[in-house]
């Protein structure tokens, strides 16, 4: 497949999870948009030392993706700089692990419950809202929606210190935004959805919330997950990939990738002998 000027408009690309889905359109010769906010400026530097390194072609762009007249401005860059756009990876959230953040009710977290339905939820709408004109005056493309299991297992099992209520509820209404706008893009754009589970860097390893379970409730959690580990980042960002790019015949779907969590909660017994 020739991706030359093909261009893929990538949030989140500061930190692990969405850095490694960079990676896989920068690779794939994929022109490279990545709005970024200042809350992360170590990380911010490391992106941008990382993919001038590896010599893809980006362009960073500082956007509250919350703000309907920055997401405006930013797909504006966008058309003026590349001239076009072919993918959305919506890669926006805003969690909150009960284990960091503890209650809603604490004064800390007056504005936690909005925050996140603002971010995971809204900011995508916003994204795609403002990117569908852009991706089909392009002549076409995708729109990859990330979601988390959050959305299937709410507050549940030992996922319970991880997934608040809100961002539990936020992701839920994803796979309703994903399966409108299937219909609403084609037959010139597809849109699908990855819905992920523990993720070094996104609910897994190397996140401060994993960093504050016990060893006991780390144990749990790959316990319950079938294939009994967490996933690298890359693993995902591949299957990314794939649906965005080579996946033609595939659109409103929802991709679960979480090695089994939500499936491991229950073990299989061996066979009974019978009684005939």
Known sequence: MNNTAKIALVPGASRPFGRAVAHAFGKAGISLALPYIDDWP???????RDFSQCGYTFSPHRCE???PDEVRELISAI?????GLHYLINNIERGGMPVVHGSYDRTVNKSQWQLELDTTLKAKWELYRHSLPL???????SITNISSIAGKTGRSGPASYLFSDGY??????VQSLTESWAREAGPSIRVNEVMVGLVQGRHGENTRGWG????????ALIEHTILKRTADP?????LIYYLAVRASYVTGSVTVADGGYCLGGEGVVEMPPGDI
């Open 79 to 83: 058309e003026k700089q590349f001239g």
């Open 212 to 219: 504050l379970l016990s060893d006991d409730q780390q144990k």
């Open 135 to 141: 991706i089909k005056q392009s002549g076409g493309g």
């Open 65 to 67: 993706l919350t703000k």
């Open 234 to 238: 890359g693993e995902i960002a591949d």
């Open 168 to 173: 539990s509820a936020a992701n839920r209404a």
């Open 42 to 48: 170590g990380s911010v530097d490391d992106m941008l």
